[in-house]
């Protein structure tokens, strides 16, 4: 069992269909943004609904380690700073856990700041690479130090100076770093990708009316700014959390949900339509926007898949592993391309999405950029999470089409990002 109470090991069986209505936690990635842009404002900040997992949890407690502390209070947090200037020297090693996201935006505020500080991470973490934010800030002049391209990595704070960089992969942990270096470097920084990534960082700073020019869908530019006015703000739900509910409904016959408050940026959503090619029958609405991201409900009804060919995206890369599990249940072959940048996520996921497919009975051949899914029918066994979330909760989601039982062996990985996942599950497949 895990420090937060979650077991190791679960087990999963098929059955009953999925009703009923469900909101998901709060977006992760606007999570950490909102903790981050909270703690560059001057003034008094107040989030609801933040991401309960263990990787916000680690932005909560490098901030802490900043001298920035936030409060919670009836299910709200209340983050009181004074900008850039409340940034104190850590007297440790900023731990930055499991979370990629933490770290390299937070380099991308501490390269500015006059102290020395270290990021460091779990095993995990530290086989990630780095040097895709070391090398573009060392362009701006800031002393930054991976070990070997990876963490740790130590930060010698001081003057930088705006540039353009054009980015060898989309990425919009990378592109967000270089964005909140930007704001506090002299002159324009502009950075540009091969093609578009989550945009976040973007909508958030035009909302909070930061000097950042979007200039097109690949290309986005932002000049030095003061202290950011403090905000209220009520966390849309995870896209990528509904993604697994969003495949349940779809591969388990007689099922229909709703999934409410969940955000709806195009950027984070394009999965539906992926699986909307597939034959899937799902219905999306937009009812409000929040500090510039669209909100709104997903409604899913159970259809029967066909395969297809999927070039991925930084769009879709997370949601790959689920869009496999939906390929497994297709009738034909589904084949995903472009999709390097699997290996270097939580776990390599093509080899470990590849493994919980096979273990269950589907056949599954992995290739340098990507898989191929023979569809047809699972048949239940023992799943390896290899400590990743995403894996965990694909195969909770696959073992609902199972002919037999699934039993999940390092269930506790999804506290990472969803720590009552099974409990949502269950409550849809009680509401019948």
């Known amino acids: 069992m895990s420090s937060s109470g979650i077991s190791s090991r679960a087990i999963f069986s098929p059955g009953k269909p999925l009703r009923g209505a469900i909101s998901v936690p709060g977006c992760k990635g606007i999570s950490h943004r909102a903790l981050l842009f909270a703690a560059l404002s001057d003034g008094r900040s107040v989030l609801r609904g933040l991401s309960l997992g263990g990787d916000v949890k680690s932005t909560l407690r490098v901030l802490e380690q900043l001298e920035i502390f936030a409060a919670p209070t009836d299910g709200e947090l209340t983050l009181q700073s004074r900008g850039y200037d409340l940034f104190t020297e850590p007297d440790d090693p900023l731990d930055c856990g499991n979370s990629g996201t933490t770290m390299r935006m937070l380099a991308g505020i501490l390269v500015s700041r006059p102290f020395h500080s270290v990021l460091v991470g779990d095993e995990s973490l530290s086989s990630r690479p780095m040097a895709r934010i070391v090398e573009p800030l060392h362009m701006m002049g800031a002393k930054i130090v991976s070990t070997d391209g990876h963490s740790p990595i130590e930060i010698d704070g001081g003057v930088l100076t705006g540039c353009r960089h054009d980015l060898p992969v989309a990425s919009g942990q990378v592109k967000s770093a270089l964005l909140f270096a930007g704001m506090q470097a002299s002159g324009w920084t502009e950075i540009h990708e091969p093609q578009p990534s989550r945009d976040h960082t973007e909508r958030m700073l035009r909302a909070l009316g930061a000097p950042i020019e979007v200039l097109d869908s690949t290309t986005v530019k932002v000049r030095a700014v003061g202290a950011l006015d403090p905000f209220t703000l009520e966390i849309p739900g995870d896209a990528s959390s509904a993604a697994f509910f969003v495949v349940a409904a779809t591969i388990v016959p007689g099922s229909e949900i709703t999934i409410k408050g969940v955000g709806l940026n195009p950027l984070r959503v394009a999965y539906l339509d992926v699986l909307i090619a597939m034959g899937a029958d799902i219905e999306s609405e937009i009812t409000e926007e929040r500090l510039g ?140």
Not at 332 to 347: F, L, N
Not at 369 to 384: F, K, N, P, T
Not at 395 to 414: M, N, Q, R
């Open 293 to 432: 991201e669209p909100v709104g409900d997903i409604t899913v009804r159970s259809a029967p898949l066909s395969g297809v060919v999927i070039e991925s995206s930084e769009g879709i890369i997370d949601e790959l592993p689920i869009l496999a599990v939906a390929a497994a249940t297709a009738n034909g072959q589904t084949t995903i391309t472009g999709a390097g940048e699997m290996r270097v996520k939580e776990s390599d996921r093509i080899a470990t999405t590849v493994a919980m497919l096979e273990a269950l009975g589907v056949r599954a051949v992995a290739t340098d950029d990507g898989m191929r899914i023979e569809g047809g029918s699972l048949d239940g066994g023992s799943v390896e999470t290899y400590g990743d979330h995403r894996i965990a909760m694909c195969a909770a989601v696959a073992a609902l089409a199972c002919s037999g039982s699934t039993e999940i062996i390092g269930w506790d990985a999804v506290d990472v990002s969803y720590p009552g996942f099974d409990i949502d599950l269950a409550r849809l497949r009680e509401s019948n």
